[in-house]
């Protein structure tokens, strides 16, 4: 692996969960680093305290990232504050509600596609001349998951189907990157408790029943993702790319 210490990272999502785990380990890495955040600026001014107190830099913002003019403004924001980019993670996604097909409106529809691939979409093209500038090459890390490759439970359908959609975007783009010298990886966690999503939308009894056919007999936990992401981080000038990484305890093997 590459050596993470003053490589400068974008990362969307960072005030809960796999994003605040993922910002932190890669503090501890040695990286400067920019967080988007959308809902609760707590995490964000904790992650910046501890990037000072180890001698680096760090530094967050809000933006709605469905909008393209407050994506680019929050990018290009970090981009200065950090001097270029070398590693975007596109964290931020969501169920938003659980929804059976006969239930779902078309604004449903929209607004799942929009939290989950138009803030993708908006981000990575408005990190991309940043990324072709950095000096050893670049890394994107999509956030996907199991869902996108098994499918989810009942209700997650539209979910389900733009975290595929993530996986396919994250191989197409590193076919078309790869000449600029970036990579392009996904990691797709599976039950990941501790989250605000599993939170919301996941039962205790419904998380039980998941674990009892999990190999390795727990839910893993924001630590078992954010070390899979601080690896494909440090992989910039390797050799990995258009791969998904699942992390999901060995309930879904391929």
């Known amino acids: 692996m590459g050596n993470l210490a003053g490589k400068k990272v974008f990362i969307t999502g960072a005030e809960q969960g796999i994003g605040r785990a993922a910002a932190e380990m890669l ?136 975290k595929g959609a993530v996986l396919t975007w994250s191989r197409s783009l590193a076919a078309e990157l790869g000449e600029h010298g970036i990579r392009v990886n996904a990691v797709a966690p599976g039950l990941i408790l501790g989250t605000r999503f599993h939170n919301r939308h996941t039962t205790k009894e419904s998380a039980e029943e998941t674990i009892k056919g999990i190999p390795l007999g727990r839910a893993g936990t924001p630590e078992d993702v954010a070390r899979v992401i601080t690896f494909l981080a440090a992989e910039y000038d390797g050799f990995v790319t258009g791969t998904t990484i699942d992390v999901n305890g060995g309930i879904y093997r391929m």
């Open 27 to 162: 503090i501890q890495a040695g990286c400067d680093i920019y967080f988007h955040y959308h809902s609760d600026e707590s995490g964000p001014k904790e992650l910046v305290a501890l990037a000072n107190s180890l001698g680096q830099k760090a530094a967050y913002s809000y933006a709605n990232l469905i909008s393209l003019e407050e994506t680019e403004s929050c990018v290009t924001a970090g981009a200065e504050f950090l001097g270029g980019i070398d590693i975007l993670i596109n964290n931020v996604g969501g169920i938003v509600g659980r929804k059976w097909l006969g239930e779902i409106e078309h604004q449903f529809w929209q607004t799942v596609i929009d939290v989950n691939l138009t803030t993708m979409l908006n981000v990575t093209q408005s990190a991309l001349p940043f990324l072709k500038t950095a000096q050893h090459g670049a890394s994107i890390i999509n956030l996907a998951s199991l869902a996108g490759r098994a499918g989810g439970h009942s209700g997650s359908l539209v979910y389900s189907a733009t």
